[in-house]
């Protein structure tokens, strides 16, 4: 019998002392307890909640999981199974008194954070976050110059920061790589300690990086917009240029996004092909259609015909290119039917899937296996 059928029983047997056997319970440890693929998630706050769900963003599985209330109490327990190397972030939705509201789990320390706020997360047995994430005491910490451009292009201002290696001397020229969604990524990603620590370590050359934002109507400028396109290539790129020593080697320079920066940065390079030789594409919005019409709303039309075009004709963009997603993103599917094409176009390509969703903890987790395939340093390796 498992902790939790003890548990109920108790409840049903000695309803009296429920208050005893709850909290004899919730002080084994913190919760969701994970063992093996199954993950138990507990919650009882003292407050009467009439009902708790699960609220999560693994595509494929049911998105709303119903807690189950334990006899006589108010407490609600779920089991859950999961994949053993496991990451899923998540939410509760609790009712009281009728109204419904999202919490994190209390019982829960562990969080992420992005753009939104923070979630709950879940990280099975399976699942370890890399050492290579934070700052090592044999790093030596590179340096972040702030500028802001006057774009006439989009006509107005645009921030850029610009990493660069502890290496970096005016008179020797290093790779570049233009990063979409620039502060977010290294807030919520931790790129700088990321580049330091694989830079210092010989994983990955010493590399320039320009972390570009976008405006205030972000989705729209990344969705395949011809003006982004422009913007890198004769205003982002020229302006790096004219201030940092930089390779003009197409193949020493690189675009990097997630999502629909990932877009942005392919249809940047098959807009101006021969200019990036290097493209890392997270969890990229490729939707596409064989037949008939897509279901995402008129924000993806520009994305999916973009896309069609590409399927067409890939070999257009000539350039070393690194895709991850997660397997619990409805996107994996466009994702791994793009990976074929590349290769039978004959494009070198590396695709790296993971068991997590579409969320920065899990683009932060494949950083290196993407920088070292496409920027490899002494050691010549990349992870397989």
């Not at 138990?40 to 049911?62: M, N, R, S, Y």
């Not at 990493?163 to 931790?190: M, Q, W």
């Not at 999916?304 to 996107?331: I, K, T």
Request: overall charge negative; proline content about 7%; charged content about 25%.
């Amino acid at each position: 019998m498992s902790r939790v059928q003890r548990l109920a029983l108790s409840l049903r047997e000695d309803g009296g002392r429920a208050q005893d056997h709850l909290q004899g319970f919730a002080d084994e440890g913190s919760f969701p307890r994970v063992q093996d693929n199954q993950a138990t998630f507990f919650f009882w706050d003292g407050k009467g909640a009439e009902e708790v769900t699960l609220i999560h963003w693994v595509f494929g599985l049911e998105s709303r999981q119903a807690f189950e209330r334990l006899p006589g109490s108010d407490a609600f327990i779920l089991q859950l199974e999961l994949p053993t190397a496991a990451r899923v972030e998540y939410k509760l939705e609790l009712v009281r008194g009728g109204q419904r509201h999202w919490i994190r789990d209390p019982r829960n320390p562990l969080q992420a954070r992005d753009p939104f706020g923070a979630n709950s997360v879940i990280q099975m047995p399976g699942y370890e976050a890399p050492g290579w994430i934070h700052p090592l005491p044999e790093s030596q910490g590179g340096e972040l110059e702030l500028h802001v451009i006057r774009s006439e292009i989009w006509g107005g201002p645009r921030r850029i920061a610009v990493y660069l290696p502890f290496e970096y001397r005016a008179n020797k020229r290093l790779p570049l790589v233009i990063c979409h969604d620039g502060t977010d990524t290294l807030r919520f990603a931790s790129a700088r300690e990321v580049l330091d620590n694989l830079i210092r370590r010989h994983e990955v050359k010493p590399l320039i990086v320009a972390f570009v934002d976008p405006g205030e109507t972000r989705n729209e400028e990344y969705a395949a917009n011809p003006l982004q396109a422009r913007f890198l290539v004769e205003e982002v790129l020229p302006f790096l240029e004219r201030t940092y020593a930089i390779r003009p080697d197409p193949a020493e320079r690189g675009l990097m996004g997630a999502s629909f920066g990932a877009v942005s940065a392919l249809h940047t390079a098959w807009s101006y092909p021969g200019v990036f030789g290097r493209l890392m594409l997270q969890s990229g919005s490729f939707a596409f259609t064989d037949i008939g019409t897509h279901d995402r709303g008129p924000l993806w039309d520009p994305v999916v015909s973009f896309v069609n075009a590409f399927r067409a004709d890939p070999g257009r963009v000539d350039a070393r290119m690194f895709l991850s997603c997660g397997c619990f993103e409805s996107l994996i599917y466009y994702n791994r039917s793009l990976v074929p094409l590349l290769r039978a176009a004959g494009l070198q390509v590396r695709f790296v899937e993971s068991l997590d969703g579409h969320n920065w903890i899990s683009w932060r987790d494949r950083m290196r296996d993407g920088l070292t395939w496409l920027f490899p340093g002494h050691l010549w390796m990349y992870y397989e």
